[in-house]
């Protein structure tokens, strides 16, 4: 059964630092991977996705992330935060196969923002 | 020109009560969720629907019915209303139920029950 474990539910970063969150995943055949960011009271919205093309994804707001296989990693990541980058963000995989695949999250990591 | 629109945006009912939650999208998908999201942020799919049909129906309480009138509407009943309900209820559609397309998520239902 796929999985996706988020290491650390909070990371905190000065503005201008970079932002790193951290994605393992876990599936029997080849994945396909998600960010997601919430704002408060609002709904989930798509940063990026890797679907087996390039390895190295660019997203919107200036994040991207990385496929690694060896690694069963996908970490996001930011050269410089912004105050607004402040938000829950998660991970996400779904098989590679047709049929019965929805999205199964990570639990999710805070990410605050200090001036 | 909401995409995936859910209504009502809260509810706050009293233990033992029924309670509908509507989903609609206008984005011509045929794959339709929902999922919990507890208060430590954890989402959970609950319910997959394919064009009208039931595909997932994952460990919820039978007090959960969701029904799906047409490919665009996805609403879910809930019976019998318990403090465990209380949750922030996601509505999600997808173009098809295979894996590379994202999902479009709607702005949530925030679920009280006291």
């Known amino acids: 059964a796929q999985s996706v474990t988020q290491l650390g539910s909070h990371v905190s970063v000065s503005e201008g630092a970079l932002v790193l969150l951290r994605c393992n995943y876990s599936s029997s055949v080849p994945p396909y991977l998600f960010w997601y960011v919430q704002y408060p009271n609002q709904g989930l919205q798509l940063l990026l996705k890797y679907t087996s093309a390039a390895t190295l994804v660019k997203g919107i707001n200036g994040f991207e992330a990385e496929f690694k296989k060896s690694e069963t990693s996908f970490h996001l990541t930011k050269p410089s935060a912004h105050m607004s980058d402040a938000a829950e963000y998660f991970c996400?995989?779904?098989?590679?196969?047709?049929?019965?695949?929805?999205?199964?999250f990570g639990k999710g990591t805070r990410l605050s923002v200090i001036a | 020109d909401t995409a995936v629109s859910q209504t009502p945006k809260y509810l706050v009912t009293q233990m033992g009560n029924d309670k509908s939650i509507k989903c609609e999208q206008n984005l011509g998908h045929d794959t339709m969720y929902w999922y919990k999201q507890d208060s430590k942020k954890f989402l959970k799919i609950m319910f997959s629907?394919?064009?009208?049909?039931?595909?997932i129906n994952e460990t919820v309480p039978n007090r959960f019915s969701p029904k799906s009138p047409d490919k665009a509407h996805l609403n879910l009943h809930i019976n019998s209303l318990e403090l465990g309900d209380s949750a922030v209820y996601f509505c999600?559609?997808?173009?098809?139920?295979?894996?590379?397309?994202?999902?479009?998520f709607g702005q949530g239902t925030r679920l009280t029950v006291v």
């Open positions: 996400a995989v779904s098989e590679l196969r047709s049929g019965n695949t929805p999205l199964v």
């Open positions: 999600a559609s997808r173009p098809n139920d295979r894996g590379s397309t994202e999902a479009f």
């Open positions: 629907y394919n064009n009208k049909e039931l595909i």
